[in-house]
């Protein structure tokens, strides 16, 4: 079996509530393989939000490790975990974050310049992934002019545009109704499959969740099967 792309190791993380400690996250495991998707569910505020912080070195673990690629990045200086944020990970969020001044095709080229890509380069790319997406023929629109399901497609072409090896995605449908999430979630998935990107993906929907590799639950603040 090929090397994890991701791993966390017993990772801890406690916040200061009034006058007593909230420990959120209580000592999480998990091993993601290049091209496995996993859905993790779970109530709202039981921690989700705070792993996949953790896991996109976002937030330090108070204790314990993250593995990325075979490096434990956890104690990382903070240069040094931005630019492996930059190269390795790729985040969907639950509402789109596009830059609203910005096209859709400036919004996926984005990334990339910063990455280093050139301006060519990265048209062709952002080109290629909105029209997979069916977004050809709104490439030049800005965000106010998109649906909320054109608007989260832009946001997924986005994450995967410096061809991350590990996808993270909080409530990628969350906003979008049952028919729309539907389908957007399913170009989600045949998009991630297709790159053989290791993607751990949080959701409330338990019907999107079984369409996924394996399905974990973060419960009492361990992740443990659904």
Same mark, same amino acid.
């Given at each position: ?111 990339? +310049? &910063? #990455? ?5 380069? !990265?048209?062709?790319?952002? @080109?290629? =992934?909105?029209?997979?997406? *069916? ?64 993607? +751990? &993906? #949080? ?5 999107? !969740?079984?369409?996924?590799? @394996?399905? =974990?639950?973060?419960?009492? *603040? ?5």
């Amino acid at each position: 079996m090929s090397e994890p792309a991701l791993v966390l190791e017993r990772v801890e993380r406690t916040f200061q509530q009034a006058d007593r400690p909230l420990h959120v996250l209580r000592g999480v495991d998990l091993r993601l393989q290049p091209g496995e998707i996993v859905a993790m569910v779970g109530p709202s505020g039981c921690g989700k939000s705070t792993l996949l912080h953790v896991a996109g070195l976002l937030e330090a673990p108070d204790a314990g490790e993250v593995v990325i690629e075979g490096k434990p990045c956890a104690r990382m200086a903070d240069a040094d975990r931005t630019a492996t944020r930059r190269r390795v990970i790729g985040f969907v969020y639950q509402y789109h974050h596009l830059l609203p001044e910005f096209s859709a095709l400036e919004n996926v080229m984005m990334p990339q +310049l &910063i #990455a280093g890509t050139g301006k060519s380069d !990265a048209k062709v790319r952002a @080109r290629e =992934l909105l029209s997979r997406l *069916g977004l050809a023929e709104r490439l030049t629109h800005r965000p106010a002019r998109l649906s909320g399901g054109e608007q989260q497609r832009v946001a997924i072409a986005r994450a995967v545009a410096n061809r991350p090896k590990v996808l993270l995605a909080d409530e990628p449908t969350g906003n979008l109704d049952e028919n729309t999430a539907a389908q957007v979630f399913d170009e989600l998935l045949h998009l991630v499959r297709d790159a053989g990107v290791a993607a +751990l &993906i #949080a959701t409330h929907n338990r019907d999107l !969740a079984q369409s996924m590799d @394996r399905v =974990l639950e973060l419960h009492d *603040g361990v992740l443990v099967q659904a």
